[in-house]
């Protein structure tokens, strides 16, 4: 990783690129904005990006919390939509955008889903697993979605990996 540590220097902040030796910021990519996750692999970062989850007064009642609107069986509804969602990769050397996701199977992203092996990248929505074909190429291929935990905290990690 040319001796970067790529961070987010605050809770709604982008991606960022500090120099491992002397913290100083080297490169920040506004696309990353409201940085969830993300993945180095093989000279690309992997973000999972998306707006705040809620405001500060709504946040300090219990269960007024964005979540899945239709979920599953086993929790009730959220009283909002979440946040929409998007992921992107970039070149983690130039900060150059590849290929972004933001559509309706971005949406309702799982919380720690995304997996990058090989030339392949992977998230799962409450759908499916998702599989967007990497570099430019709009072909996306997508499975039935893995069972949801009920056991997990916030019931909502995937599970079968």
Not at 59 to 87: H, L, M, N, S, W
Not at 107 to 126: D, H, I, K, W, Y
Not at 129 to 143: D, E, G, V, W
Request: aromatic share 6%.
């Amino acid at each position: 990783m040319d001796e970067r540590v790529y961070v987010t220097l605050g809770s709604d902040a982008p991606l960022s690129a500090l120099d491992a030796a002397t913290g100083e910021t080297i490169m920040t990519n506004d696309e990353t904005n409201d940085a969830l996750e993300f993945v180095y692999h093989e000279g690309t970062l992997y973000v999972v990006a998306g707006e705040s989850a809620i405001d500060e007064e709504k946040a300090r009642r219990r269960g007024e919390r964005p979540g899945f609107v239709e979920v599953r069986p086993r929790r009730p509804p959220y009283p909002e939509d979440p946040p929409p969602k998007r992921v992107l990769a970039m070149d983690a050397a130039t900060g150059r955008l590849l290929w972004k996701k933001a559509d309706s199977q971005t949406a309702e992203l799982m919380p720690t889903a995304l997996a990058v092996s090989g030339r392949r990248a992977f998230f799962q929505n409450a759908d499916a697993l998702i599989c967007p074909a990497r570099c430019r190429t709009r072909t996306c291929h997508t499975c039935s979605a893995l069972p949801v935990s009920s056991t997990t905290p916030g019931g909502i990690g995937p599970t079968g990996w």
